[in-house]
Structure formats: structure tokens, C-alpha cells
């Protein structure tokens, strides 16, 4: 899935189009359902912090 961040300020500024928590609700859905992810993210995107960073890598 297309992730890109973990951070909503970062996702609005790249008009992602989508909510931190809906991101986490559709792996928990894939999880329930046993179907495999993977995600897919960016790094050094507009307004990237490194604690953004860091909250990231911890998901």
C-alpha cells in the first residue's frame, strides 16, 4: 500500500487524499482477513521531521 507517511500534516501537504487512521484500519482489515502487506513509503517528503521519521519506522 501506498503509505508514504505516517505523519497527516505531511500526507495533506502531498494532497495524499487520506487519513493516518484509515491507513491503520485498512492493515488491520488486511490482517483480520490474512492477506499480506506491504507498505510503501517516502522519505524526505515536505515537512519530513525526523521524529515523523521515527514514528514511521515504529508502526
Known amino acids: 500500500m501506498g503509505v508514504?507517511?505516517?505523519d497527516q500534516q505531511v500526507l495533506d501537504t502531498v494532497n495524499k487524499q487520506i487519513t493516518v487512521s484509515k491507513i491503520?484500519?485498512?492493515f488491520?482489515?488486511?490482517k483480520k482477513e490474512k492477506i499480506r502487506t506491504i507498505a510503501s513509503?517516502?522519505?524526505g517528503m515536505p515537512g519530513d521531521t525526523m521524529k515523523v521519521?521515527?514514528?514511521l519506522?515504529?508502526?
Open 28 to 30: 488491520r482489515i488486511c
Open 57 to 59: 519506522l515504529n508502526l
Open 41 to 43: 513509503v517516502a522519505f
Open 24 to 26: 491503520k484500519e485498512a
Open 4 to 6: 508514504e507517511s505516517s
Open 53 to 55: 521519521l521515527k514514528i
